[in-house]
């Protein structure tokens, strides 16, 4: 059974380390907030200019002016901070970010990644994902693995205009965790449920798969 977007959020969450500054995108990244670990010292840094975003607020906390990037309201931690996005850019570009969690439309074996526009079709656009990709080592990209008609979104060669190159080494998406070697995706886990033979065939790129690939455990 595929991931929901909750679950996704909690396998990302898995990844964050006691320290961390890490920058959320638009769309399923925003969920991660809500599944920090306890305990877990991280500072979220949003590039409208905020650091220390925490969970979503509750009906009776909303603060109207206090949103993330994609214009999501959103809370502050004790010790955040806020700042011009000339700063939160240059945090971003200065390599002061440990992990970045983005949305995307295409990924390829080269660990390319597309995630800006759909010709013909209105989105909402770049955003900060170009600095992101360029300011970051540590990325993970989250999506669907293939789209509403069935095509693969994992790609031996991303056919839509690229917001990146070569700076992709982590997907997951709602079938699979992958990571990006020698170009191909390696097959690390999978979601509850779901076969192998799904993954590989809704995989258009080089796929490897191991001798054993565990489920992920929810």
């Excluded at 979503?56 to 806020?82: C, L, R, W, Y």
């Excluded at 759909?118 to 990709?133: C, E, Q, R, S, T």
Aim: charged residues 20%; proline residues 4%.
């Amino acid at each position: 059974m595929a991931l929901s977007r909750d679950q996704m959020a909690i396998r990302v969450a898995r990844e964050l380390q006691d320290g961390y500054y890490v920058n959320l995108g638009i769309g399923i990244p925003t969920l991660v907030a809500n599944f920090i670990p306890d305990g877990m010292d991280v500072m979220l840094q949003s590039e409208n200019g905020l650091l220390g975003m925490g969970t979503f607020p509750s009906e009776a906390n909303v603060d109207a002016d206090m949103i993330n990037a994609g214009k999501q309201t959103v809370t502050a931690v004790s010790g955040s901070s806020i700042f011009s996005s000339a700063e939160s850019f240059a945090m971003i570009r200065g390599g002061h970010v440990d992990l970045t969690v983005l949305g995307a439309f295409e990924v390829d074996v080269s660990g390319n990644i597309a995630s800006w526009m759909i010709p013909n079709k209105l989105i909402k656009g770049m955003g900060g994902a170009m600095d992101l990709v360029a300011g970051a080592d540590n990325i993970i990209v989250t999506m669907t693995h293939a789209s509403k008609g069935g095509d693969s979104k994992l790609l031996e060669v991303c056919s839509l205009p690229l917001t990146g190159k070569g700076c992709i080494k982590k997907v997951l998406t709602d079938l699979a965790w992958l990571e990006i070697e020698n170009g191909a995706f390696v097959l690390k886990e999978r979601a509850p449920g779901v076969s192998i033979e799904e993954i590989q065939a809704k995989t258009q790129g080089r796929l490897i798969v191991p001798d054993h690939v565990p489920e992920m455990v929810f």
